[in-house]
T-cell receptor, first 115, second 113 residues
Framework: KAGVTQTPRYLIKTRGQQVTLSCSPI?????VSWYQQTPGQGLQFLFEYFSETQRNKGNFPGRFSGRQFSNSRSEMNVSTLELGDSALYLCASSLVDPTVADTQYFGPGTRLTVL | KNQVEQSPQSLIILEGKNCTLQCNYTVSPFSNLRWYKQDTGRGPVSLTI?????NTKSNGRYTATLDADTKQSSLHITASQLSDSASYICVVRFTGGGNKLTFGTGTQLKVEL
């Protein structure tokens, strides 16, 4: 069974631009969660989706948004990029509602660099 | 102050030795606590998940314990291997104020010959 895939793997953007990252969960998984990882802040929770519904959202500004499609694939969008948005963006999928104590499987991440 | 504190920040041990990593959290109530292992340049891998009512959970050489009264969890690694060298992250899902995930800053473990 294929793992969680994220595209693109690497991305370079300039300040003010917007970016869309994609995540394809493991086949059959209905939950997708997104995280930001930086050397200074570590891992931080962005949002999580289950069956196309956003279940929870972390403490990030409105420039960060996401959605989940009927095939469980998910996208996250960051508008008006800032230098501080440079990070590794990780996506994880699980079989059931993300609030349940179920195993999450992470993708390799998308490395975003904002110049 | 982070609501999930991990100690030590870094640790070096010899191959074959045991070690214990600590996770203290300050906010409750919570629904579950997870431990992840993250190799450099890769996504985290789930080691254990415990609900608030569980005291211990094992996964091979990894054993996690949870004391909800003292708000502490520990991850014990037995007979360490070179491949255990990684960052270990504790994550707590708090159910008060929105059901949010809070991550610890991690413990960087290095296993040497």
């Amino acid at each position: 069974k294929a793992g969680v895939t994220q595209t693109p793997r690497y991305l370079i953007k300039t300040r003010g631009q917007q970016v869309t990252l994609s995540c394809s969960p493991i086949s059959g998984h209905r939950s997708v969660s997104w995280y930001q990882q930086t050397p200074g802040q570590g891992l931080q929770f962005l949002f999580e989706y289950f069956s196309e519904t956003q279940r929870n959202k972390g403490n990030f500004p409105g420039r960060f948004s996401g959605r989940q499609f009927s095939n469980s694939r998910s996208e996250m969008n960051v508008s008006t990029l800032e230098l501080g948005d440079s990070a590794l963006y990780l996506c994880a999928s699980s079989l059931v509602d993300p609030t349940v104590a179920d195993t999450q499987y992470f993708g390799p991440g998308t490395r975003l660099t904002v110049l | 102050k982070n609501q999930v504190e991990q100690s030590p920040q870094s640790l070096i041990i010899l191959e074959g030795k045991n070690c214990t990593l600590q996770c203290n959290y300050t906010v409750s109530p919570f629904s579950n606590l997870r431990w992840y292992k993250q190799d450099t340049g890769r996504g985290p891998v789930s080691l254990t998940i415990m609900t608030f009512s569980e005291n211990t959970k094992s996964n091979g050489r990894y054993t996690a314990t949870l004391d909800a009264d003292t708000k502490q969890s520990s991850l014990h690694i037995t007979a360490s291997q070179l491949s255990d060298s990684a960052s270990y992250i504790c994550v707590v899902r708090f159910t008060g104020g929105g059901n949010k995930l809070t991550f610890g800053t991690g413990t960087q473990l290095k296993v040497e010959l």
